[in-house]
């Protein structure tokens, strides 16, 4: 069963680069509405595919940054937002494959 495309203002489930846990995020862009002149400006990267999203990620606990990243499991080419907690973007988020949570991905539903 095909899961829906990815639609502005969607909250999905995003799985941590680190992998160790899930956080719901909303899509903030997709090809359909990704803004080209910002792409083309530099100040937004663009998205690989119509399964891949820009997400604004929400997340428990107190505000902050961590002192490092070495932890993430994939790395990405983007620049990093590394919050402990409050939201941060992740960029060009690819969809999960069915009943899995690969680190640095979304998915409709729940957490598994």
């Known amino acids: 069963m095909a899961t829906p495309a990815p639609a502005l203002g969607s909250i999905v489930t ?11 995020a909303i899509v903030t862009a997709t090809q359909a509405t990704l803004f080209v002149e910002n792409v083309q400006a530099g100040y937004i990267p663009t998205l690989s595919s119509v399964r891949h999203v820009h997400l604004t990620v929400f997340s428990a606990g107190k505000p902050g940054k961590r002192g490092e990243a070495s932890d ?3 790395v990405s080419e983007h620049p990093i937002s590394e919050n402990v907690a409050g939201c941060y973007q992740e960029w060009d988020v690819g969809e999960a494959p069915p009943d899995e949570a690969p680190p640095g991905t979304w998915r409709w539903g729940p957490p598994l």
Do not use: L
């Open 72 to 74: 993430f499991r994939v």
């Open 14 to 24: 995003y799985r941590s680069r680190t992998g160790d846990y899930d956080v719901p």
